[in-house]
């Protein structure tokens, strides 16, 4: 009777890519592929949804679907193919593509160990460290563009070092990109991952220790395969966040085609010449992130 | 009315969307900074008052601010905003529907996009020109001394992209030199080109005397010759939307004075 109505709200509204963990854990688009609901799960919405959040949620919806929605009715559809043909869009599709998925490598790599650490260690200050992991999240893009030269910069605190002794500059590189991506999404999936690790019970890992597994043996065959969907739904996160970083990427790394600029990038500069083509690319970059995000959500997130 | 438990669910969704969005609003990305607060300036006649709204190009910044202060020591009651950016995002903008009283760009081609979007009052004048220069780290330890020079490799060069003014301006210069630049990176404005040799990751840009100057110390200057191809003219325009009409005018006339020329000249800018 009156489910239909209330579950597509309450379903439909990461659509956009974005939201907080549990989201993409469980909302998405095609629901129409799922199999009918398990027998053991409990049914969502026992009864209506009351007007004073019904009303708001579906207010949060359209708010958040319009500007996509008008993005795709004033597209120039007529030119669009010749625009989607450019090799620098391609090139710069690709760049953004590769860039992305490395920075959610290298946040996975350094992340989760950071998110066990928060998670399960006793230390003091901790709360700080949790603090200070968040404060990206706060920082302006084109500030922490900024941090990372004054940091890894060939002028840097550190950078200066990496010039001199290995004669490695990270700023107009590749490499350069990764970095700036990693810093503004590495959070997302350290807070995705500690807010799963705390949620885990630790008396596994304490029984693994206990039948003498190591510490890192816990970690690995234990507490790993335990939070895996909380380290794949970070991991989405970083990823998507990091695809459309913008602001430390064009402060860091600068702006060269194929090297550095990616679609972000290559958007902005079109804005301000040729806004058709901005708006192509961006549904471009649009179109891949939803695809992406849609095939892994059916491939893991189904799971949790 | 408390929370009965069978609705729990109801609002730990409602939580969780609220905590989404939280964490959605901080990472947004920071884009344009250019849409200033705008009040209604009234003021139909007499006395000038209000906001006047300027947009104008990066080179502009330190002489403009200087001229805004002026004009606000001249006209009290009176504040003048700017909005500074790369000409191209400043136009696009503008066409956008950005409320702004004043536009001052770096090109006449950037010009043309307000113009021919029809939100331009009146035929816009160039007031200054501008004219290119090499920035090297301070002391010049690469030794450029031309903009042939730049094209050494392992000579890190930024330039500002082609779609905005400095941009277009460098590659008329080295076509001018039939000279082939490939720089690290196509800076959005020019401002952030200095700024990379500021910050000492690359070690020149090409960059307008104005901003040479601006940068103290920070930079030395090299001349070169090809710049005598590629000299920017600027124009100023008023805004057909202008919410302070009066002001504004009062505010270009300024620019256009032999006050508001001497500041311009001093700062760099050759007169038009």
Known sequence: MTPPSTAGAGTGGSDGGGGGPRDVLTGGPAPSRRPKSKPGKRTRVRTAAPLPLLVPALLGLAFLVLPLLALLLRAPWSSMPELLTSAEVWQALRLSLVCATAATALSLVIGVPLAWLLARVEFPGRGLVRALVTLPLVLPPVVGGVALLMALGRNGVVGRWLDDWFGVTLPFTTAGVVVAEAFVAMPFLVIAVEGTLRAADPRYEEAATTLGASRFTAFRRVTLPLVAPGIAAGAVLAWARALGEFGATITFAGNFPGRTQTMPLSVYLALQSDPEAAIALSLVLLAVSVAVLAGLRDRWMTSA | MRTRSSNRPVLLAAGVGAAALLVLSACSDSGSGSEAGKDDAGAASGELSGEVTVFAAASLTES???????????????????????????????????????????????????????????????????????????????????????????????????????????????????????????????????????????DAAVVYKTDVRAAGGKVEGVDFPESADAINDYPITLLKDAPNTAAAEAFVELVRSAEGQKVLTGAGFLKP
């Open chain 2, 64 to 202: 403009f601010e200087e001229l805004g202060a002026q004009f606000e020591r001249d006209h009290p009651g009176t504040k003048v905003t700017f909005s500074f950016g790369g000409s191209d995002a400043l136009a696009a903008s503008i066409t956008g529907g950005a409320p702004a009283d004043v536009f001052a760009s770096a090109s006449p081609t950037t010009m043309e996009i307000v113009t021919d979007a029809g939100v331009a009052a009146g035929t816009p004048e160039t007031f200054v020109r501008n004219r290119l220069e090499i920035a090297t780290l301070p002391g010049n330890p690469d030794g450029v001394a031309s903009l042939e020079d730049l094209t050494e490799p392992g000579l890190k060069v930024v330039l500002c992209d082609e779609a905005v003014p400095c941009g277009s301006a460098a590659q008329k210069a080295l076509n001018a030199g039939s000279l082939k630049l490939t720089p690290v990176s196509y800076e959005e404005d020019v401002k952030s080109a200095l700024n990379k040799v500021v910050l000492k990751e690359a």
